[in-house]
């Protein structure tokens, strides 16, 4: 065989092999081919030689680890910048936001529930005292008793006790006179006899009890009371509830006076009535 022949037969057999290499290893279905090339008009030869090396360029670049870190760190740059750009966008919506309590501020300050001495529902007429008495809970919580806006006695002043716990108020100024605590359970019903006689004229009585006001209660005190305007003073008994406002020369009776009987089928403790809690506006003259 002549040399120029053996060269066109090994030119021949070549181009058969890679259009064989072609059809094989790229087909075409529908309108994509290769690696996502559709298909050109012209010669096949070429079309499908050139689709196939772009086709193997493709496998060979994803196949790289080089060009694999390169996508993975454009992968993660875009995913950096589309969050950043998020967060912006939230967080300039959300300063917005914070800044509109500023303009209601005003209008905050003006709905404010005002504040009245002793923590009145409402305020005193003009020339009114302010006072608020709290009886005992059961044996546990001691009673409280407020006036003009001042707390005379509660278990955080310590100076409250078991039985009758009775303050003097100055019936003119307000002023304090002097604050007692009397056991009637296990104490001397004389020592509060004595303090009862010796109320000096115009003087206003505040009485809140606490546990037992009534086992020690005699006649002599009880007419004490009922001569400063109690209603109750005479039923008054063991464990009983009962707050108190009166005066010295009173001459009816007070309209300052809650009582609660310890019964046993009404009691909302074990073995003690309710609480009981009493606010008003007394005159500077009583009653």
């Known amino acids: 065989m002549l040399p120029h022949e053996l060269a066109a037969q090994s030119h021949h057999l070549t181009t058969a092999q890679i259009h064989t290499w072609s059809y094989h290893m790229v087909p075409w279905s529908g309108p994509q081919h ?14 499908h030689m050139w689709s196939c090396n772009v ?52 209008s905050t300050k003006e709905t404010q ?23 005992g809970a059961a044996n546990v919580v001691g009673p409280t008793m407020c006036f003009e806006n001042h707390m005379i006695m509660s278990p955080v002043k310590n100076n409250v006790g078991r039985g ?17 605590a009397f056991d009637m359970y296990s104490g001397d ?3 509060l006899v004595k303090f009862l006689k ?44 009962w707050v108190f406002v009166g005066a010295k020369d009173l001459r009816d009776k007070s309209p300052f006076e809650q009582f609660l009987k310890n019964n046993p089928n009404t009691n909302k403790y074990e073995g003690w009535p309710e609480l009981l809690e009493m606010e008003g506006c007394v005159p500077p003259k009583p009653f």
């Open 34 to 47: 290769g690696c996502g090339l559709s298909p050109q008009h012209g010669d096949p030869g070429r079309t």
């Open 113 to 135: 529930v005002m504040k009245h001495k002793c923590g009145l529902i409402k305020p005193c007429p003009a020339n009114h005292f302010a006072f608020k008495i709290g009886s």
């Open 198 to 241: 010796e109320i000096p004229e115009g003087a206003l009585v505040l009485v809140a009890s606490y546990d037992d006001p009534g086992t020690k209660m005699n006649d002599e005190a009880r007419e004490l009371f009922t001569n400063l305007g109690s209603s109750y003073a005479k039923h008054l008994g063991f464990r009983d509830s």
């Open 189 to 191: 019903v004389k020592h």
């Open 55 to 106: 086709f193997w360029l493709c496998g060979l670049l994803a196949a790289s680890p080089c060009l694999a870190g390169v996508l993975r760190v454009l992968a993660l740059t875009f995913a950096t910048v589309t969050t950043w750009i998020v967060i912006r966008n939230y967080m300039g919506f959300s300063t917005k936001t914070i800044r509109l309590p500023r303009w209601l501020g005003s």
């Open 164 to 180: 009758l716990n009775i303050a003097l108020v100055n019936g003119t100024t307000g002023a304090v006179l002097s604050q007692r």
